[in-house]
């Protein structure tokens, strides 16, 4: 049997007292004394969160069994030292409607962000285009709603013309603005009505626009400013009225100073040229240029110009020049040419066309005369003065001046020289031109010249007038009647071609679209290569010149000499270029046909 625990003792007296009593101090220390309370563990649960299997504390090693131990009661378990294994955590059940996230990377091909980078720009001038177009409509339609507001302009100030007179500008501004009334003293002093309002203006925003419109498009003529901006502000004047605006302008000045050089062939000439030019010279408009050259044929050249406007005029232009030049003929004349001489021109528009009157004063001198020389280079060597004045009188509606598809050009010059000097003649020229599209890049031109000199003086030699050898006509070249050098058609003495007094000229040309196949191209315009200044053409010209002395009979029962062919002709900005192959099919003996090949370079071909 098991032993019973023995009886605990009965309490002592002692023990039985009541406890002491505690002072209120003690009370509250011992109710407001911190104490430490055990917190539990935090154990965060949920369905995405995997829980940890809560720790256990070791247990204290068991202490060794018995030799002998007691049989166990037949309902206890076995004793065993082992632990339990922890149990499994709990499993991880996603909640419905939910769904993993997943990261996408996107890998887009050079081409592939080349066209989105275009469509995003596209979008955003898209976007950019239309707040322009709806800020240019709200702009339109409020100067529509007030083009008929009464305004008055008070004055027209400009901006930035540094270098320009304000008496040149008061003249251009002047056809603009309303003249003032003339002072009087009477009027101003006594008249009652002297400090009376202004008439109403008939002007209006309408007009003044207008008015701003034509300001701007005479100074651009001028070639004085590069940027140039107008506006109709209020005016800013102590006296101004409510109607009262100003058209502002403000202005950026063209460079001043300007030099070029430049490298020409043409004409079977080459030239090295340099060109000086100073803008707005006295604060007018005015142009002073300077022109240097050398070259194979022209040994020297120099010119210089004066151009200034007449009564700051848009159409109206005076210019004075002084030049000076050398010239190798022995490609078709056994001599040298010296010129020395100065220039004073007018030129004005007209609703008809463009004239020009001139007077020009000449040193001429024929020399260095080769020792194959004919008698006629011989008879005209020496000095000669020409004293002349001319009219010229030029009309062009043409589309382009190098290569026209359609419109007409003509120009008519008469020359009188015997104001003094050895030259007395009477001189006509004529050249007219008409084009024509044909359709798809095809255009046809006609082009007809022709001149007339009639000598006044009397020949030193043989008393018969004939006309001095600088003042004759000369024909052939790459520019007028292809395939013949350049001055080798008419009379000949010996090797030397001398000119004549009359002569003419036609040509006929088709001009044809130049296309280059390409098959190796892809997209648009695979199929061939062409350019609007590149085109081919087939030409037909024909011509005749008759000496000095000649009857002017001569030049209709003689047949012209006839040269045609075929090649290509290149626009350029400044010039037109050629390259032909043809053949001379009617020449006289001793003109200068070329069969083959030819260059031509120049402004204006038959």
């Known amino acids: 049997m098991a032993s019973q625990p023995p009886p605990s003792p009965p309490p002592s007296p002692a023990d039985s007292a009541p406890a002491p009593r505690q002072t209120p101090a003690e009370h509250a220390a011992r109710a407001f004394a911190p104490q430490d309370v055990p917190t539990p563990p935090v154990t965060v649960r949920g369905p995405l969160i995997a829980t940890p299997p809560e720790p256990r504390e070791p247990l204290a090693p068991s202490p060794a069994p018995p030799a002998s131990p007691a049989p166990a009661p037949p309902t206890a378990p076995p004793a065993s ?15 419905q409607g939910e769904v993993t996230a997943a990261g996408v990377e996107i890998v887009v091909g050079d081409e592939e962000q080349a066209g989105i980078e275009a469509w995003n720009r596209e979008r955003i001038e898209r976007k950019m285009r239309g707040e322009y177009e709806r800020a240019g409509r709200h702009l ?34 002047a056809p603009y603005l309303t003249p003032l009334p003339s002072p009087s003293f009477l009027s101003a002093t006594f008249s009652p009505d002297a400090h009376a309002p202004a008439p109403p203006s008939d002007q209006t925003l309408r007009s ?18 590069r940027g140039l901006d107008a506006t109709i502000e209020r005016s800013d004047s102590a006296f101004a009225e409510r109607e009262d605006v100003d058209i502002v302008l403000r202005v950026q000045e063209a460079p001043k100073y300007y030099l070029r050089t430049a490298t020409d062939v043409g004409d079977g000439e080459g030239n090295a040229t340099a060109t000086a030019k100073i803008r707005n010279a006295f604060g007018g408009a005015e142009v002073i240029e300077g022109n240097l050259s050398f070259g194979t044929r022209t040994k020297s050249a120099f010119q210089l110009r004066l151009d200034t406007p007449v009564n700051a005029s848009t159409t109206t232009h005076a210019d004075f020049s002084i030049f000076s030049a050398q010239r190798d003929l022995n490609f078709y004349a056994s001599c040298n040419e010296a010129t020395k001489g100065a220039m004073a021109r007018l030129r004005t528009l ?75 003649f009477i001189r006509a020229e004529q050249e007219g031109s008409v084009a024509r599209a044909l359709g798809n890049g095809f255009s046809a031109s006609l082009t007809a010249r022709s001149g007339l000199l009639i000598p006044l003086s009397l020949s030193r030699s043989s008393k018969t007038r004939t006309s001095l050898f600088p003042d004759r006509y000369h024909l052939g070249g790459p520019t007028s ?4 050098r350049l001055n080798t058609l008419g009379p000949r003495d010996l090797g ?82 050629e390259a032909n192959v043809g053949v001379p099919l009617v020449q006289t003996q001793g003109e200068g046909g070329v069969k083959g090949f030819q260059f031509g370079l120049g402004l204006s071909f038959l």
């Open 140 to 173: 339109s339609e409020l100067v529509n709603d007030n083009l008929d507001a009464p305004l008055r302009l008070n004055a027209i100030r400009i901006l930035g013309a540094k270098s320009t007179r304000p008496s040149f500008l008061s003249r251009v501004f």
């Open 350 to 424: 007209t609703p008809f066309g463009y004239h020009e009157f001139a007077y020009e004063a000449v040193l001429r001198e024929i020399g260095n005369i080769a020792p194959t020389a004919s008698m006629s280079i011989r008879n005209s060597a020496g000095p000669s003065v020409k004293s002349a004045i001319s009219h010229t009188f030029t009309r062009d509606s043409r589309d382009d001046p190098f290569v026209s598809t359609r419109g007409a050009y003509l120009r008519l010059k008469q020359e009188y020289a015997g104001l003094g000097g050895d030259a007395h």
């Open 496 to 577: 030397d071609h001398v000119g004549g007094d009359a002569f003419y000229a036609v040509g006929a040309s088709l001009l044809t679209p130049f296309r280059v196949p390409t098959p190796w191209r892809q997209g648009e315009g695979k199929g061939s290569w062409s350019s609007e200044n590149l085109k081919g053409h087939v030409w037909l010209n024909a011509g005749k010149l008759i000496g000095s002395g000649q009857p002017c009979s001569t030049l209709l029962s003689t047949p012209p000499s006839l040269t045609a062919g075929f090649g290509l002709m290149y626009r350029h900005s400044l010039v037109r270029i």
């Open 208 to 225: 003044l626009l207008r008015t701003t419109r034509a300001l701007t498009e005479t100074l651009e003529k001028f070639d004085l400013f």
């Open 481 to 484: 009647v292809r395939h013949f």
């Open 81 to 95: 030292t082992d632990l339990p294994p922890p149990s499994p955590p709990p499993e991880v059940v996603p909640p």
